[in-house]
């Protein structure tokens, strides 16, 4: 088939390469001219095991090509939208959504599947299959089919987990849950679901927000943990040892482009909401600033003026194993503490921009703060590190370090037995 990716960033690239590698022909289509130019000279924008290779692989074979002209997707069999759905304040922002719905309208010719991947509002796909009607003139289940394939790959996994994760597809008539169906059976080897679109919606919604809330959950267990000194891994560990029992970890917080946003996309077509998801996304939205307290509470133990001291960040992205930092705890953690401490110095092997190594971020530093769970970041020589520093203060943000080190003052999310 000929197929239109709208959106090339870390879910529409390797979607277009996977059907570009299963024997489509591939035309992506993206806004950013930067990020057009990279994908056609063969250098992913975003950082992906394997994604360099597969996508050299398919621009040779000439099966997958980026443009930033909506005329050159004219009149082809399927169009997957994978454009961003961010926050505004605290309401979606669905221009993008129905900009590319736009940008589709000029183009398709009847018999054309439409694919929403990107993750929206429950009523969403309804919606924007009524305004490409209104907008061509022609009528879903009939000219054209429209259907919601929400995408459930997490960074770092992509291409295994686009191949062998589950998927829920909604159509928006039978036919079009049918079509789409197909198209993904290309590539994927899970199992397909096939369900209305709104349900799809409210499924992918739901499965974000079942994370976020037992987040919270871990992080609530994390501070009462610290009120009664007990270290909160450890009791965690334990209650996982019950059959029906799984507790998540807690930390400096919830980032990304999908965690911290869905459970208000969830929440905002509601007339009513009843205050659990809203008390958990409120809940992680404060950890930053408890790690913060932490920090400042161990400089002062250690004799530090907080108004005179160096502190040396490690890590930025909102997760281990990625260059990601939108909505990262980790960012949003510099940018309480800056305006308050002398000054801020930040490493991450992932992220450009910061120092280039670790000991040159904590060399004379007083506090050093573990934001991200870098695997780089487990294996630190801190008694090393803390012999480059000018006082040893080791704030634990992600919960990777099991014994804190002799001769620094100690603070963990959780950790009540220090
Ligand atoms: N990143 C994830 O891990 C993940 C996982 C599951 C679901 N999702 C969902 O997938 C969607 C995409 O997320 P992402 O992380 O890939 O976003 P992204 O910001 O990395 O990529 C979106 C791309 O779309 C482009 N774009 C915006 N409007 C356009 C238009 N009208 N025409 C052409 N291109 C346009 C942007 O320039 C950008 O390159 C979101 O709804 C997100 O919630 C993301």
Not at 96 to 125: F, H, K, M, Q, W
């Amino acid at each position: 088939m000929r197929i239109g990716v709208i959106g090339l960033g870390y879910i529409g690239l390797p979607t277009a390469i996977m059907f570009a590698s299963s024997g489509h022909d591939v035309i992506g289509l993206d806004i950013r001219k930067d990020v057009v130019e990279s994908i056609n000279s063969g250098n992913s924008h975003i950082i992906e095991p394997e994604i360099n290779e597969r996508l050299r692989k398919v621009i040779k074979e000439e099966r997958l090509k980026a443009t930033t002209r909506p005329e050159e997707l004219r009149g082809l069999d399927a169009y997957i939208i994978c454009v961003q759905t961010p926050l505004l304040g605290n309401k979606p922002d669905l221009s993008y959504v129905e900009n590319a719905i736009r940008t589709v309208a000029e183009i398709i010719d009847r018999g054309a599947l439409v694919i929403i991947e990107s993750t929206v509002p429950p009523g969403t796909t309804v919606r924007m299959a009524k305004l490409l009607e209104d907008l061509t003139g022609m009528r879903e289940g009939i000219d054209f089919y429209v259907a919601h394939a929400p995408e459930r790959v997490m960074p770092g996994r992509i291409f295994k987990e686009l191949v062998y994760n589950s998927r829920i597809i909604g159509g928006v008539s039978k036919k079009a849950g049918k079509l789409a169906e197909n198209l993904y059976r290309s590539f994927v080897r899970g199992e397909i679901f096939i369900t209305d679109a709104t349900t799809a919606e409210m499924v992918k919604l739901m499965e974000n927000t079942f994370r976020d809330v037992n987040i919270a959950l871990a992080n609530e267990f994390a501070l009462l943990a610290m009120q009664y000194g007990v270290n909160v891994f450890e009791a965690i560990k334990l209650a996982n040892t019950h059959p029906r029992v799984r507790i998540h970890l807690p930390g400096i917080g919830v980032g990304g482009h999908c965690l911290p946003k869905d459970p208000y996309l969830l929440l905002s077509s509601a007339e009513r909401d009843f205050g659990l998801i809203r008390r958990a996304r409120k809940i992680n939205e404060g950890m930053p600033k408890f790690v913060a307290e932490l920090l400042f509470e161990a400089l002062e133990e250690a004799g530090v003026k907080i108004e005179d001291s160096v502190v040396a960040v490690l890590g930025l992205s909102y997760k281990g194993g990625t260059d990601d930092t939108r909505n990262s705890p980790a960012l949003k953690f510099v940018e309480i503490i800056k305006d308050i401490v002398r000054e801020v110095r930040t490493y991450d092997p992932y992220v450009g921009g910061t120092h280039p190594s670790v000991e040159e971020a904590v060399t004379g530093a007083d506090a050093l703060v573990i934001a991200t769970d870098h695997l780089e970041f487990k294996g630190l020589d801190w008694d090393y590190l803390g012999s480059k520093m000018r006082t040893r203060v080791l704030v634990d943000g992600r919960g990777i370090i099991e014994t804190p080190p002799k001769g620094f003052t100690f603070r963990g999310v959780g950790r009540g037995d220090v």
